[in-house]
T-cell receptor, first 109, second 113 residues
Framework: GQNIDQPTEMTATEGAIVQINCTYQ??????LFWYQQHAGEAPTFLSY??LDGLEEKGRFSSFLSRSKGYSYLLLKELQMKDSASYLC??????????WGAGTKLIIKP | NAGVTQTPKFRVLKTGQSMTLLCAQD?????MYWYRQDPGMGLRLIHY???????AKGEVPDGYNVSRLKKQNFLLGLESAAPSQTSVYFC????????????FGSGTQLSVL
């Protein structure tokens, strides 16, 4: 079966750095996405990785290792508004998205 | 530019009732999707469409039907609602490029009593 694993919940301090991991086992691989979802709202796109390595976009970076079936989202200089759930999703060989259950990130002052 | 608009935002149904959720996008996107989101689970694909007049089943299609008569609209129907269909429903759309991100509607909170 296909599976995406992420920690259920993480806590971090304002101004700090946090790394949210995502491991996947899917039938084929055609890209990995990270989305942010604030409580009661729709998911919004953060990043896309299809090749190994690090993609940096402002305070957020996303890393991919296809050989290890592993990705992480790195958030720097955390702000209170970063409190949200972070969803990892992998596009499989049929170009369908398989979603993780999400990681709820709690930011404390 | 409205993006993806879902209606209604909230709905309470009794078991056996029917309803239709409407999704409209103004970005001329080819692909449209209906997902459900339940606590502790990832988004699950119900049905999707790769273009006007086409529909296909996703991971959890049972109990739902869809139609895409116009490119900008994607309707999700529940013919006979069941408590197991209590969920948050999201519509999403994207253009045809695989790397293209999804644009989501604001969601519909559906409760079936």
């Amino acid at each position: 079966g296909q599976n995406i694993d992420q920690p259920t919940e993480m806590t971090a301090t304002e101004g700090a750095i946090v790394q949210i991991n995502c491991t996947y086992q899917t039938s084929g691989f055609n890209g990995l996405f990270w989305y942010q979802q604030h409580a009661g709202e729709a998911p919004t796109f953060l990043s896309y990785n299809v090749l190994d390595g690090l993609e940096e976009k402002g305070r957020f970076s996303s890393f991919l290792s296809r050989s290890k079936g592993y990705s992480y989202l790195l958030l720097k200089e955390l702000q209170m508004k970063d409190s949200a759930s972070y969803l990892c999703a992998v596009r499989d060989s049929n170009y369908q998205l398989i979603w993780g259950a999400g990681t709820k990130l709690i930011i404390k002052p | 530019n409205a993006g993806v608009t879902q209606t209604p935002k909230f709905r309470v149904l009794k078991t056996g009732q029917s309803m239709t959720l409407l999704c409209a996008q103004d970005m001329n996107h080819e692909y449209m999707y209906w997902y459900r989101q339940d606590p502790g689970m990832g988004l699950r694909l119900i049905h999707y469409s790769v273009g006007e007049g086409t529909t296909a089943k996703g991971e959890v299609p049972d109990g739902y039907n869809v139609s895409r008569l116009k490119k900008q609209n994607f309707l999700l129907g529940l013919e006979s609602a069941a408590p197991s269909q209590t969920s948050v429903y999201f519509c999403a759309s994207r253009q045809g490029i695989p790397s293209e991100k999804l644009f989501f509607g604001s969601g519909t909170q559906l409760s079936v009593l």
